[in-house]
């Protein structure tokens, strides 16, 4: 390690300097290992083009056209040049509906994921660091939160959330502190082999604190993973903030994937076999699910060193 | 039974489960039981504001009477022990109250709804517990093959499509061919003979519950089959001259089989989701649709219970698991 350090000409090397060159290093070896994963590579490319398209939305179609009341289209109508994705009952563009559900099934998901993780690493670096009763605890915490099936857990919880709380934000949290338990498993898992390893003997023998044990050693050590496991929970986060809001339970007042493919069920998608209502926005989810699905896998393979092929 | 537990050597294989072995696992299922309880019990009542109101079909306006009736449900006014107590009392004589909408107790409402759903997930699980395992082993082994290859690919797309997505997906086909009912479990028109019928009201709706659970069985079977590729056993047993399709089924499966029994039970939960929205789709009158309809009040009774019935199976499942595991696994035994 010490011989690919580069040599900060002029300054003393610090530790602090020598670990950020090391990192800085590390991230250059993984892009290069990212950039030569092909199936990585596609999922960031689409994961780009929905990002830019949730900018770009005021640019890209004209907030008007989410109103029922100001939508000048026909009803129900297949779709044609000038609605390619059709429009819906109350005669909105889907295309319209679409663009503008990318933000905020985005925004949901990132948010809830945020959430997720923060969760998810701090109670599996705590549970994975302290012996005794408190990391026991952690432990069978994230065991409870395992079995406990997802989706009434979070059922449950968006019935009973606080009213004057906007539903959006409602939605969020309820999805972060529901899947959380996944990312702090692995987490524990890593931590416990990592506490194994000589340097943290060391920190320990040197007196550093439970503190700076976790967020020196511990924390920088699982961040790779962390990362990974992060979009991997956003897949589920967005497919989450779909299933809330198919039941009923997402914000009414906002345009998400969700919400567009909720009108049309409960709209009689069915009866008058207006497939283009549903097809286009679940399209658009199983294409960012699936993409970041891609990125996580790829972010996987190159961590794993299990999976790094020997072939 | 004691002597078992300190007794049997290496290679004894058991034959009977270690009581403590028993008794361990069964505490553990017993906690994370009353885990839910306990969260069952609190969200509905300790969150801030008048929970009465909030729960109330016309929320802050409400009629009096409506909102007593509320109160007296949920045995709100006596201090939060006693009515925790009240609670437990009456989940231990399987009371769970009686339902808002439906104006019935709730128990015997989720007994009515138990079986159409462990018909439906059910068959869909062993269905796709089988081919996903048979498809997960075959790709794992060849990895990087043809096969592999499209099944992994058609596998993540799958795992990225929210079951009812797809299911509304097929309703609108099949709608638009006449060759399928568009829902329920029985017509009560139909001339077929009942078991008949409701196999081919259940076909649609199995197959898209079975497509996703295949996607999920594959891809862990896959994992699980790509870890074990390169064991030293292998090795061993292909230096002995075993065909290549001896090697797979009869040293790597085995093992590999054994992580993925563990996340095959973890995974029920997953089971429970597609159950709620598949069947909300396809109007099939199990517990899933029953939750969605229970939302709409909401009624609070009727949601508890089904939570609780939600996570008491899938506990018991993995209750199940535990205790098989050391008769699969017998390296998994005392500890």
């Not at chain 2, 090795?235 to 090697?247: C, E, F, N, P, S």
Request: glycine share 8%; charged share 15%.
């Amino acid at each position: 390690m010490t011989a690919t350090t580069p040599v900060v000409r002029g300054r003393p090397q610090t530790a602090r300097s020598i670990a950020r060159a090391r990192r800085r290093a590390a991230l250059a070896a993984f892009w290069r290992g990212y950039r030569a994963d092909r199936e990585g590579m596609i999922g960031l490319i689409v994961l780009v083009l929905f990002a830019v398209v949730a900018l770009a939305a005021p640019v890209l179609a004209d907030a008007d056209g989410l109103s029922v009341t100001k939508a000048t289209g026909p009803v129900l109508a297949s779709p044609s040049l000038s609605y390619p994705f059709g429009t819906d009952d109350a005669g909105r563009s889907v295309l319209t509906l679409v663009i503008w559900g990318s933000q905020i099934s985005l925004l949901v998901g990132l948010a809830a994921t945020f959430i997720s993780m923060v969760i998810g690493t701090l109670v599996g670096i705590a549970s994975g660091h302290f012996r005794g009763l408190g990391g026991g605890l952690l432990g069978r915490l994230t065991e409870w939160f395992l079995v406990i099936p997802f989706l009434p857990l979070a059922i449950v919880l968006a019935t009973v959330f606080p009213p004057d709380v906007p539903k959006i934000i409602a939605v969020i949290i309820v999805i972060g502190v529901t899947s959380w338990s996944g990312t702090a498993r692995l987490i524990r898992a890593q931590t416990m082999s990592i506490e194994e390893r000589p340097y943290l003997e060391r920190a320990r023998a040197l007196g550093g604190g439970h503190w700076h044990q976790m967020s020196r050693h511990v924390l920088p050590n699982v961040m790779p993973l962390v990362l990974a496991n992060t979009t991997l929970t956003v897949s589920i986060a967005i497919l989450a903030e779909t299933t809330l809001s198919f039941l009923g339970l997402g914000d009414p007042l906002r345009i998400s994937w969700g919400k567009i493919l909720d009108d049309a069920y409960s709209g009689a998608v069915i009866s008058t076999r207006s497939w283009w209502w549903v097809l286009f926005p679940g399209l658009a989810v199983v294409l960012v699910v699936r993409a970041f699905n891609m990125c996580g896998r790829a972010m996987e393979r190159i961590l794993d060193p299990r999976l790094r092929e020997r072939a | 039974m004691t002597s078992v537990a300190t007794g049997g050597g290496p290679r004894v294989r058991p034959r009977k489960l270690p009581l403590f072995y028993v008794l361990r696992k069964t505490l553990a299922a017993f906690l994370t039981l009353l885990f839910v309880v306990v969260i069952n019990f609190f969200l509905f009542r300790v969150l801030p504001g008048d929970p009465a109101k909030a729960f109330s079909p016309r929320g802050r306006n409400a009629d009096p009477t409506r909102l007593a009736e509320i109160r007296r449900d949920l045995g709100l006014g006596l201090p939060w022990h006693e009515q925790f107590w009240a609670y437990l009392k009456n989940l231990a004589t399987f009371d769970l109250g009686e339902s808002w909408g439906q104006h019935a107790p709730v128990t015997r409402i989720i007994g009515e709804r138990f079986w159409p759903t462990v018909l439906l997930s059910g068959t869909a699980l062993l269905l796709a517990a089988g081919i996903g395992m048979w498809l997960g082993v075959r790709a794992g082994w060849r990895h990087g093959s043809r096969l592999d290859r499209m099944s992994s690919s058609a596998a993540v797309t799958l795992y990225s499509t929210p079951e009812w997505l797809l299911g509304l997906v097929l309703l609108i086909v099949f709608s638009d061919l006449g060759l399928f009912p568009s829902g329920g479990m029985r017509d009560p028109r139909s001339t077929l003979p009942a078991v008949l019928d409701i196999a081919w009201h259940m076909t649609v709706p199995v197959i898209v519950l079975g497509l996703v659970y295949i996607a999920e069985y594959s891809l862990i079977m896959r994992s699980s089959m790509l870890d074990e590729r390169y064991a030293d056993y292998l090795t061993t047993a292909r230096a002995k001259g075993l065909r290549d399709d001896q090697v797979r089924r009869r040293h790597a499966l085995p093992n590999a089989l054994l992580p993925s029994t563990t996340l095959f039970f973890l995974s029920l939960g997953f089971v429970v989701s597609g159950a709620i929205t598949v069947e909300t789709v396809f109007s099939w009158p199990g517990l899933g649709l029953l939750t969605y309809d229970a939302l709409r009040g909401p009624d609070v009774p009727l949601l508890q219970g089904l939570f609780l019935t939600f996570s008491a199976g899938v506990i018991l499942m993995n209750l199940i698991a535990d205790l098989l595991y050391p008769f699969i696994d017998p390296r998994v035994r005392l500890s």
